[in-house]
């Protein structure tokens, strides 16, 4: 079974500018988390989408948003980026069903430079 | 701030010695608990869970145990090898709170040959 795929593995982008990031979950996976890592920060939580509804949020700007498809793949989106932005986003899936707290399937990231 | 940390940042072991690897957590309300292990350029790896049901589970020379007294986690890793270096996080889910799990820093983990 192929494992959680992110894309583009690397981006670099300036100031005020937006991206998207994609992930596409392991298969008959409902539950797509994001995360931001940086060595300061470490790993810190997004947010959470199952069957196309977020369900949790972290605490993040409205820069940042999501949205998940009928096929539960996930994307991400940043606008206005800023300096502090520059990280590896990572995203995790996970079977959530019945509400159990389960474990997180990651993908590789996509490592995020803003100049 | 964090409600998951970690006592040590780094730990260097000599190959085919034990490590351990400890964390403490804030939240009573914590009910599950997991350690990850990220090599470099790579996204975080299961390594095992445990359920705030239980005190101690095994897996495959790695060893989980929760102190929820103390509010404590450690990964003990049997017969270290070079292969186990990495970074090592524990992350806490707090009950109803799905797919947000809340990461420690991480603990740095060097095998010496």
Same mark, same amino acid.
């Given at each position: 079974k192929a494992g959680v795929t992110q894309t583009p593995r690397y981006l670099i982008k300036t100031r005020g500018q937006q991206v998207t990031l994609s992930c596409s979950p392991i298969s008959g996976h409902r539950s797509v988390s994001w995360y931001q890592q940086t060595p300061g920060q470490g790993l810190q939580f997004l947010f959470e989408y199952f069957s196309e509804t977020q369900r949790n949020k972290?605490?993040?700007?409205?820069?940042? /948003?999501?949205?998940?498809? +009928?096929?539960?793949? /996930?994307?991400?989106?940043?606008?206005? #980026?800023?300096?502090?932005?520059?990280? #590896?986003?990572?995203?995790? +899936?996970?079977?959530?069903?019945?509400?159990?707290?389960?474990?997180?399937?990651?993908?590789?990231?996509?490592?995020?430079?803003? #100049? | 701030g964090e409600s998951v940390g970690l006592h040590l940042p780094t730990l260097s072991v000599q190959e085919g010695d034990n490590s351990i690897?400890? @964390?403490?957590?804030?939240?009573?309300?914590?009910?599950?608990?997991?350690?990850?292990k990220q090599e470099s350029g790579k996204g975080p790896q299961f390594i095992i869970d445990i359920r705030s049901n239980m005190d101690k589970r095994?897996?495959? %020379?790695?060893?989980?145990?929760?102190?929820?007294?103390?509010?404590?986690?450690?990964?003990?890793?049997?017969?270290?090898?070079? $292969?186990?270096?990495?970074?090592?996080? @524990?992350?806490?889910?707090? %009950? $109803?709170?799905? $797919?947000?799990?809340?990461? $420690?820093?991480?603990t740095k983990l060097s095998v010496k040959p």
């Open positions: 972290g605490n993040f700007p409205g820069r940042f /948003s999501g949205r998940q498809f +009928s096929n539960s793949r /996930s994307e991400m989106n940043v606008s206005t #980026l800023e300096l502090g932005d520059s990280a #590896l986003y990572l995203c995790a +899936s996970s079977l959530a069903e019945g509400g159990a707290n389960e474990k997180l399937f990651f993908g590789s990231g996509t490592q995020l430079s803003v #100049l | 690897i400890n @964390c403490a957590y804030s939240n009573s309300a914590s009910d599950y608990f997991i350690w990850y095994q897996g495959q %020379r790695v060893t989980v145990l929760l102190n929820k007294t103390v509010k404590h986690l450690s990964l003990q890793i049997a017969a270290t090898q070079p $292969g186990d270096s990495a970074v090592y996080f @524990c992350a806490e889910n707090i %009950r $109803g709170s799905q $797919g947000n799990l809340i990461f $420690g820093k991480g």
